[in-house]
């Protein structure tokens, strides 16, 4: 890769990059938490909750120490919930292994739960001054328009990733500034490519097709739950907690059926999911319920599902 790439993406950053909190630091603990948050999950609804995290849990000791429960309650409203199952228990590893300390080294990185090669090269080299590449989605995707390659796989990209960090000169700015112009000019809907800094470099500029580019997507499949509502003035409402596994894994819910086909009433909230269509009909009950469960007078405590949320405020709007 040349220099004059290199440099005119490095100015281009130092004059355009957005200001986020997570990059006014080289704390491996922010910087582990925001990454992970980061994953499927937009900028925007992550900046919303970053600096609430920390304010309940502000240190590893404490995230280690704390619930399944309470982490799953902040996590609430950022979706993909297996991701804060396993900062937890990486957290719970971090303080049994590492005395409380981020590792530095890479493989203790990537030996920790729910943690990649991507993250792992992000948290290495913004932390610990590694040459450690990227490999996120929007770097993948400035790699294939650069080099004239839309359907490279993983195993293409990782060399050119790593040759780009080579002759960045500037390790974690590099990957930033890769990060940010996939995130802000070369992105998947639309490719920028006037206002790109490296357009004089890149075997795909003014020519790119964004219709070749997208992949076959995993089908979304129907599914339909009944929800049973059991409400009582004085105790507030019946949850049951979900299983460890399957959707809306460990979080708190009206106990829910899964009817075999449609019925022949609207649903009263349809909720989607990345491979999941979620049509909910709520049952009132008037019995006591059964099975394990609490009655919770709020909802303050409980990690609800976002599609829950959105049924009992639509339902308590009827």
């Not at 075999?260 to 609207?266: F, L, S």
């Not at 649903?267 to 049509?279: Q, V």
């Given at each position: 890769?040349?220099?004059?790439?290199?440099?005119?993406?490095l100015?281009?950053?130092?004059l355009n990059?957005?200001?986020?909190?997570?990059?006014?630091?080289?704390?491996?603990?922010?910087i582990?938490?925001s990454?992970?948050m980061?994953?499927?999950?937009q900028?925007?609804?992550?900046?919303?909750?970053?600096?609430?995290?920390?304010e309940?849990?502000p240190s590893?000791?404490a995230l280690?120490a704390?619930?399944?429960?309470?982490?799953?309650?902040a996590?609430?409203?950022?979706g993909?919930?297996r991701?804060?199952?396993?900062?937890?228990?990486?957290?719970?590893?971090i303080?049994?292994?590492?005395?409380?300390i981020?590792?530095?080294?890479?493989?203790?990185?990537?030996?920790l739960?729910?943690?990649?090669?991507?993250?792992?090269?992000?948290?290495?080299s913004?932390?610990?001054a590694?040459?450690?590449?990227v490999?996120?989605?929007?770097?993948?995707?400035?790699?294939r328009r650069?080099h004239?390659?839309p359907e490279?796989?993983d195993?293409v990209?990782?060399?050119?990733?790593q040759?780009?960090?080579?002759?960045?000169?500037a390790?974690?700015?590099?990957?930033q500034s890769?990060?940010?112009?996939g995130a802000?000019?070369?992105?998947a809907?639309?490719?920028?490519?006037?206002?790109c800094?490296?357009?004089?470099?890149?075997?795909?500029?003014?020519r790119?097709?964004?219709?070749?580019?997208?992949?076959?997507?995993?089908a979304?499949?129907d599914?339909?739950?009944q929800?049973?509502?059991?409400?009582d003035?004085?105790?507030?409402i019946w949850?049951?907690?979900?299983p460890?596994s399957?959707?809306?894994?460990?979080?708190?819910t009206?106990?829910?059926?899964e009817?075999?086909?449609?019925p022949?009433?609207?649903?009263?909230h349809?909720?989607l999911?990345?491979?999941?269509?979620?049509h909910?009909?709520v049952?009132?009950?008037?019995?006591?319920p059964?099975g394990?469960?609490?009655?919770v007078?709020s909802?303050?405590?409980?990690?609800?599902?976002?599609?829950?949320?959105?049924?009992?405020?639509l339902?308590?709007?009827?």
């Amino acid at each position: 890769m040349s220099f004059a790439r290199c440099k005119a993406l490095l100015d281009w950053y130092g004059l355009n990059a957005r200001r986020l909190p997570w990059r006014d630091t080289d704390a491996p603990y922010a910087i582990w938490i925001s990454e992970i948050m980061l994953q499927q999950t937009q900028v925007k609804t992550v900046l919303v909750r970053y600096a609430d995290w920390f304010e309940r849990f502000p240190s590893i000791e404490a995230l280690a120490a704390a619930s399944l429960d309470d982490v799953l309650k902040a996590w609430e409203g950022l979706g993909y919930y297996r991701r804060a199952r396993f900062i937890h228990q990486a957290a719970g590893l971090i303080v049994e292994q590492h005395r409380g300390i981020f590792p530095s080294n890479f493989d203790a990185i990537m030996a920790l739960p729910g943690i990649g090669l991507s993250t792992a090269g992000a948290i290495a080299s913004f932390c610990f001054a590694a040459n450690t590449p990227v490999l996120d989605a929007n770097v993948k995707r400035v790699l294939r328009r650069w080099h004239g390659m839309p359907e490279a796989a993983d195993n293409v990209l990782w060399p050119l990733a790593q040759q780009a960090i080579d002759s960045s000169a500037a390790i974690a700015i590099w990957n930033q500034s890769m990060m940010e112009l996939g995130a802000t000019l070369c992105t998947a809907k639309s490719a920028n490519c006037g206002d790109c800094p490296v357009n004089v470099y890149c075997d795909s500029a003014f020519r790119v097709e964004i219709a070749k580019e997208s992949r076959k997507k995993t089908a979304v499949r129907d599914v339909h739950w009944q929800v049973h509502l059991h409400r009582d003035r004085c105790k507030g409402i019946w949850l049951s907690q979900r299983p460890v596994s399957g959707i809306w894994a460990g979080l708190w819910t009206p106990p829910i059926t899964e009817l075999a086909q449609a019925p022949a009433c609207q649903p009263d909230h349809i909720h989607l999911l990345t491979h999941r269509r979620l049509h909910l009909y709520v049952q009132h009950q008037t019995k006591q319920p059964s099975g394990a469960g609490i009655w919770v007078s709020s909802l303050e405590k409980h990690a609800l599902p976002t599609g829950i949320h959105r049924l009992l405020a639509l339902v308590s709007h009827k």
